[in-house]
């Protein structure tokens, strides 16, 4: 089921509590017993309460749904590439009109869906400082 379909069936519940409330509110408690009557009012207002849960979720599902698609766009100015070694990093695209200088970011957390630059660390390895994963970039230099 879409986030489109879940709105329509609150639409549609909402719609049916609202008719359950009008006609509540028209009945005089004396033109039905009482039990049955403090029944119906209860189980309303239990539905308005799980309506107002399910909606809750929807804006919730909604809201990651627009953060996924904005992170698939951000992923769009990346392009994968070796380093001097083979280790697989993603490289901002010389043409992405990011506004940010070029920069490699960590592919673990790219795949997880985060945008994480890799920074130097001073040796052949690049960092990631959210995973702590480190990339070789250059060979390793012996001095005998
Ligand atoms: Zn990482």
């Not at 986030?3 to 509110?25: H, M, P, Q, Y």
């Not at 070029?102 to 995973?131: M, S, W």
Request: glycine fraction near 2%; charge should be negative; aromatic fraction near 8%.
């Amino acid at each position: 089921m879409d986030i489109d379909s879940l709105w329509e069936n609150f639409g549609r519940v909402s719609d049916a509590i609202k008719a359950a409330r009008t006609v509540l509110d028209a009945l005089k408690p004396d033109e039905m017993p009482a039990q049955p009557f403090m029944a119906i009012v209860t189980q309303t207002a239990d539905a308005q309460v799980q309506l107002a849960e399910l909606r809750l979720s929807i804006d919730a599902m909604q809201r990651e749904l627009q953060a996924n698609a904005d992170i698939d766009a951000r992923k769009q100015n990346y392009v994968p590439v070796k380093t001097e070694v083979g280790a697989l990093v993603y490289r901002l695209k010389p043409d992405a009109d990011t506004g940010e200088p070029e920069h490699d970011v960590c592919p673990k957390c790219f795949e997880e869906n985060r945008i994480r630059a890799l920074q130097p660390t001073g040796t052949i390895y690049r960092e990631c400082h959210t995973c702590e994963s480190k990339y070789q970039y250059e060979e390793r230099h012996f001095v005998w």
